[in-house]
């Protein structure tokens, strides 16, 4: 029986490094805030919102539910073009997308029957975005993934769990306005009537947009929950058990809530520490600026070799890195954004050895950048990011529990010399004086066997 059980426990165990297999190596995808509060760009009745993010614009602002719904009207991404997004996105060296198919505030991007408050219905555009944009990463090999709102959706009475969140203060001046809650729902809180019309939401609207949602559009690959809170243990699973059925090989985030950890966790606009991480996979979402929606007034924009040093350092502890675009009200990407992606995709068309399918660094950090690692068929071969260049034409790695038995700086002929003491201490000679890449250069050291630390004993 414990034979069983074991065989039967390295087989579950093997059918998630299966499923985890493409995300793993891909390292690397593009997130999309798209929906009405794009028009907004963060400014309500002539006032900015305080808060960085542009689409929570509805709730800060307090802005009258059936005031908001009807801004739809106005909402026309006619410069929208899925095979650019999508273009511009593999260009980067991203291997997959996620898009927000319905935020919180409950517009649906895509043809639905659960709400009437969708881009088919309520707006001039009049069509589907999400069919288009799968097609377009089908077409150029990227994983197309699905961020939906299940627990809140501020269209709908029942979507309101956000209401705690909500009281924390307001960015509205104007401080006579009701809040859209009260105003939809017509009267004061009530925990039992609310628990009542999140059901109904929950039965009436999530559910049947997630079953269009993985019925309609071809494989679907990671769907994106946000966020915890709301469903029961119950109805978690229940969705878990549907979500699974229409897609089993989907790839899910732990931000379902009742409990259930998903397929990978989700630390947001952070990279955890070495200490935090726990063993299990891991995506770190994160803005170029600060909004995931478009704002106007946003232009704390990250400098491209910033954005690279973190998707280095992301890959050198272990971790995915969606980096999000909150395209303009028109369908376009910001052009800092367009910049950006453009750069990266420079970087990564020399260095992306050092990143798709590598592993974390299994040797010590390193104070002049970041490590990375592939195990091939006869030993790892580590990633050397250098974010800060030697004047000294030689760098220096210590803990190695392995011989090195090679060096090559990527994209260069340059040779390397190697030289390692008892002690496993490398000393790597013979670089040029000067980084041939500002942000991090990337040197790729061969070792005999794989790589593990020096036995400091
Ligand atoms: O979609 C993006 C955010 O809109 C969403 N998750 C990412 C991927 C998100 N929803 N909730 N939260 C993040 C956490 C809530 C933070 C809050 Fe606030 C603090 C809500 C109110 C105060 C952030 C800051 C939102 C408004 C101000």
């Not at 004061?188 to 628990?195: A, E, V």
């Not at 049947?208 to 994106?224: A, I, M, R």
Request: overall charge neutral.
């Amino acid at each position: 029986i414990v034979f069983f059980l074991l065989v039967m426990i390295s087989c579950s165990l093997s059918a998630q490094d299966s499923k985890m297999e493409w995300w793993r190596e891909a390292r690397f995808g593009m997130f999309v805030h798209f929906g009405v509060y794009a028009q907004f760009g963060g400014v309500y009745r002539g006032h900015e919102q305080k808060v960085k993010n542009g689409e929570w614009l509805m709730n800060r602002m307090k802005v009258p539910v059936q005031e908001y719904k009807d801004t739809a009207g106005h909402f026309n991404p006619i410069n929208f073009n899925a095979d650019e997004w999508a273009r511009m996105a593999k260009d980067a060296g991203m291997k997959y997308l996620v898009i927000t198919a319905k935020h919180h505030d409950g517009f649906a991007l895509f043809d639905t029957k659960a709400s009437d408050w969708n881009i088919m219905k309520a707006s001039p555009y009049g069509k589907d975005m999400i069919k288009p944009l799968a097609d377009a990463c089908r077409k150029y090999g990227l994983k197309f993934g699905i961020y939906y709102s299940q627990s809140q959706d501020w269209g709908n009475p029942g979507g309101f769990t956000g209401r705690r969140v909500m009281k924390q203060g307001w960015d509205n001046p104007d401080s006579t306005r009701i809040d859209a809650y009260t105003l939809a729902h017509n009267g004061s809180w009530d925990p039992i009537q609310q628990s009542k019309t999140f059901n109904e939401y929950l039965n009436g609207v999530a559910f049947p947009q997630v079953k269009e949602l993985l019925s309609n559009y071809g494989d679907v690959s990671v769907l994106w929950w946000d966020t915890p809170g709301g469903l029961s243990a119950e109805q978690a699973r229940q969705m878990m058990t549907m979500v699974k059925h229409l897609q089993p090989n989907i790839i899910t985030n732990d931000r379902l809530g009742g409990n259930l950890p998903g397929d990978f966790k989700t630390p947001e606009q952070k990279i955890p520490n070495l200490a935090e991480l726990d063993g299990k996979d891991w995506e770190t979402c994160m803005t170029m600026n600060r909004t995931w929606g478009y704002r106007t007034a946003d232009h704390e924009w990250k400098s491209s070799s910033e954005l690279i040093q973190k998707l280095i350092d992301i890959a050198a502890k272990g971790g995915n890195y969606l980096l999000n675009i909150g395209p303009k009200p028109d369908g376009t990407f910001p052009v800092e954004s367009v910049e950006r992606l453009k750069e990266i995709g420079n970087w990564m068309s020399k260095y992306g050895e050092a990143i798709y399918g590598t592993h974390a660094n299994p040797v010590e950090p390193v104070d002049w950048g970041r490590i990375t690692a592939k195990d091939e068929q006869h030993g790892t071969v580590l990633y050397l990011s250098v974010f800060n260049w030697p004047g000294s034409g030689q760098l220096n790695i210590d803990g190695l529990g392995n011989k090195a038995i090679g060096a090559t700086l990527l994209n260069s002929n340059a040779k390397l010399k190697l030289k390692q003491d008892e002690q496993g201490i490398l000393e790597i000679s013979g670089l040029p004086v000067s980084a041939p890449d500002k942000t991090a250069s990337v040197i790729a050291l061969k070792l005999n066997g794989f790589a593990k630390k020096k036995d400091f004993n």
